[in-house]
């Protein structure tokens, strides 16, 4: 493999949805992303409510991803893709804001930047994409999902299924809770557990990409 795309998927990033800023009686700040932290009192009603409002998880799995040697080495390809049907595309090797408070800067800017068709930033690149069409742009040969309800994984199946793979592809989850939507699962070739526990999101990301590493003789 030349690399690994990872895609952080159905991510809890999203900005303050329109049903949800219709409905409330008082004034909130409309450039901000969703977060269950101040807006769970009005998230109430909202389509698909455990999989949204948790920003975090999409800050804490992006810093576990880069700053793992398989990235700096450039050879994981990582997108974001979010459960309103956004995808973030950062380019081989890109380095993001450690802070929390500044990732989430520079991320909200990113939407509201597209918003007023002003996406100007060359390393990371946001368009309106189904993860269909985003799988079908990356064309990968095998797709592995990341789920407590898969096939424990094994180092011969990483060798064999992830290493040897022309263009492998991981899927992890960017949500607290629940599983993969059913479009997504039937993109899945295999789905591969890393253990009998419930791993948030970044411990999965740092797990599997270690696991690769170990496996990876060309990664020092």
């Known amino acids: ?37 101040y807006h769970s009192h009005l998230m109430d009603g909202l389509d698909n409510v455990d999989k949204r409002g948790r920003p975090d998880i999409a800050h804490m799995s992006s810093m576990a991803i880069t700053s793992t040697p398989l990235y700096l080495e450039k050879k994981i390809k990582f997108y974001i893709h979010t459960i309103s049907d956004y995808v973030l595309d950062i380019e081989l090797g890109v380095r993001l804001p450690k802070s929390y408070h500044r990732f989430i800067g520079l991320f909200e800017k990113l939407f509201l930047n597209y918003s007023k068709n002003d996406n100007d930033n060359p390393l990371i690149k946001i368009q ?84 690769i590493e170990k496996s990876n003789i060309n990664i020092s």
Request: with cysteine; aromatic share 6%.
């Open 1 to 37: 493999m030349d690399y690994i795309t990872i895609i952080l998927t159905e991510s809890a990033l999203e900005m303050l949805p329109d049903e949800l800023l219709n409905n409330s009686k008082s004034k909130i700040n409309t450039s901000t992303f969703l977060d269950k932290s």
């Open 128 to 211: 309106k994409s189904s993860f269909n069409n985003l799988i079908d742009s990356i064309d990968p040969d095998h797709v592995v999902g990341l789920s407590k309800h898969g096939n424990i994984l094994t180092s011969n199946y990483v060798s064999d299924k992830i290493i040897n793979s022309n263009r492998p592809t991981l899927l992890i989850g960017g949500f607290s809770h629940g599983t993969f939507s059913n479009n997504i699962l039937n993109s899945i070739d295999d789905l591969i557990s890393l253990g009998n526990h419930n791993l948030e999101s970044h411990t999965a990301c740092s797990r599997i990409i270690y696991e």
